[in-house]
């Protein structure tokens, strides 16, 4: 792959990963060497449930360190619960964080970092480089293989009042560590692992396909595209620790890839209808994707080559354009084979949606890095075959 001389390339990445099993029960000692001495967990009421919150308070205990733990994490986190966390934060007199599950709980973790060492309200971060001052010691341990949220700068969250997902943007927002551990995964429900899997497909797969492309996080992207590619469906179908971690290892060399180089039109078309729809994050993107997809074929068609290579096809012999139009097809069977519905209508999205959902996507940040000029029309005719 060539690349621009003329051009400074910087890639960022501040935190320690720490992979393998039973990885998430090095917090304690984690947060101790970060200098932590009591810590707000961050987490929802379905990893409570499913017992993997323990494992965690037995490590925090290990090591005598006092815990409070916020369980009202919602999907798409808001505004609202933002604040509900950092008030525990502060009540408690917490100094550190873990984010315990997907990406909504790591997003509110780091939210509520911000808050704790930056005055005013999340929403004045909207953006990017706004957030000035370190967060506090944080530790990231994800339960899904979907965000890649503890290896990105971005806190994505729902401002209510607009029904608008804004980011908040800047390297101190990474954890200082992450616990990689696919025991904390192996009993995710198929469709979960199905639509998570799919969000790491679409990082990485935008990541190496959108204007803002450079060496490290091409090598990233290429390999997160092929673990995936490779697992999702055993991972789906059997939930055997082999394809689980080979998932969640690869959203997280995904997440690695594309918070050094944004993403491009999914991601700024499925927060609108995240927002406007309740459709959850993962289903959004896995359902724009491959429409996205056809549209930027011309705008980097020897990547998407590369892209249907690195999930298995064949492209021997075959022209450039014939050899990305396989990665689309390749896309739409994975989908098919995890349970992931091909139409935006499947997801609750009408029509009489478009306007807005167009208009909100056309204010992300990611649409210049798209590969092919994009106006808003475009945007409206995406929508309009994404419904099918």
Known sequence: MDYDPRRIYTWEMPARLVFGAE??????????????GKVLVVTDKGIVKAGLLEGVLASLRKVEMPAVVFEDVEPNPSVPCVEKAFALYQAEKCDCLVGLGGGSSMDTAKAVGVLATNPGKITDYEGMYKVKNSLPPFVAIPTTCGTGSETTFMAVITDLDRKFKFAVGSPLNLPKVALIDPLMLVNLPGPIVAATGMDALTHAVESYTNANVQPVSDALDIQAIRMIGK??????????????????????????????????????MSHPVSAHAGTPHGIANAILLPYVMEYNLIGATERFAEVAWALGEDTRGLTAMEAAELAVEAVRRLMIDVGIPLSLKAVGVTAEMVPVLADDSMKSGNVPLNPRRASRQDVAEIFQRALG
């Open 23 to 36: 990885a998430a029960k090095q917090v304690g000692q984690e947060l101790r060497a970060l200098g932590g």
């Open 231 to 268: 697992s999702l469906r055993g991972a789906v179908a059997n939930g055997n620790l082999n394809d689980i971690a080979n998932m969640v290892l690869g959203s997280t060399i995904a997440g690695m890839g594309f918070t050094n180089t944004r993403l491009t039109l999914v991601h700024a």
